[in-house]
Nanobody
Framework: QVQLVEFGGGLVQAGGSLRLSCSAS????????MGWFRQAPGKEREFVAA????????SYADSVKGRFTISRDNAKNTVYLQMNSLKPEDTAVYYC???????????????????WGQGTQVTVSS
């Protein structure tokens, strides 16, 4: 019922920046948390960042702290991931996900999310 679509992936050089966006459409819930996950070839999907509906709580993987910033615009049903100082190890398919239940603290486990986007490729060259 809910569709998530990511935008902004592409190819960048190490040290560069990208801004990903994820827009929700269809049957959406009034309060929901959003998260970003990524999966590199041969690796398990891992948590990147998450944000609650209010934006008061955010969570980041240690590998991206200080470089990535998650934000949201509820009026547009959109969540963003600003990625700065990109490294080759950031190369992966990035997925956005939605948790339709109200939460105070941003969740970091993928099993807590019910809706997923199709993914967008981010490639960082050295």
């Amino acid at each position: 019922q809910v569709q998530l679509v990511e935008f902004g992936g592409g190819l960048v050089q190490a040290g560069g920046s990208l801004r990903l966006s994820c827009s929700a459409s269809g049957r959406t819930f009034g309060t929901y948390a959003m998260g970003w996950f990524r999966q590199a070839p041969g690796k398990e999907r891992e948590f990147v960042a998450a944000i609650t509906w209010s934006g008061r709580s955010t969570s980041y993987a240690d590998s991206v702290k200080g470089r990535f910033t998650i934000s949201r615009d509820n009026a547009k049903n959109t969540v963003y991931l600003q990625m700065n100082s990109l490294k080759p190890e950031d190369t992966a398919v990035y997925y956005c996900a939605a948790d339709p239940t109200f939460q105070i603290v941003a969740r970091t486990q993928e099993k807590e999310y019910d809706y997923w986007g199709q993914g967008t490729q981010v490639t960082v060259s050295s």
